[in-house]
């Protein structure tokens, strides 16, 4: 998950997510936004399950340019299997930590698969908004 590495020393202020909770988009103060895309395909689904600590961002207009916590490190812990009851489906979860100066976030990412495939999310260096479904900004924890 060193993906999300990029946000160190980053003022953030938003986050929002789409496409089914495939897409998670982090916004700074300055209005840049860093797009990471959990990658699909046929026997493979991965998506964001858990974002908790959106606290941490402040309160009030989330483009409120005198909010923002800057990001100190990302701590990542590898796959764990949460679900092996079946041959043909495996469930992982994976978490993240987001800390802060203001504290931490953690992101719960998820994966089901049939046993070949793991789980992934990389960082879209274009960072556009194009093409995210169903975009909504974040505003509590789920």
């Known amino acids: 998950m060193s993906a ?6 980053k003022r953030i202020n938003g986050m929002l997510v789409g496409n089914d909770h495939w ?63 079946n041959e043909y489906e495996c469930v992982e979860d994976c978490f ?3 800390k802060t100066d203001r504290g931490y976030i953690d992101l719960e990412v998820r994966n089901s698969h049939n046993g070949y495939y793991g789980g992934r999310i990389r960082y879209n260096e274009d960072g556009g908004l194009s093409g995210i479904e169903d975009l909504r900004d974040l505003t509590e924890d789920f």
């Open 23 to 85: 897409t998670l988009v982090v916004r700074d103060i300055s209005g840049t936004h860093y797009r990471f895309d959990t990658e699909n395909d046929c026997c493979n689904s991965v998506w964001f399950n858990h974002i908790t600590g959106l606290n941490v961002l402040g309160e009030g207009n989330s483009f409120d340019i005198l909010r923002g916590a800057t990001v100190l490190s990302i701590e990542s812990k590898d796959w764990e299997i949460i679900n092996d009851h």
């Open 96 to 98: 993240v930590t987001i």
């Open 4 to 9: 999300f590495k990029v946000l160190v020393g």
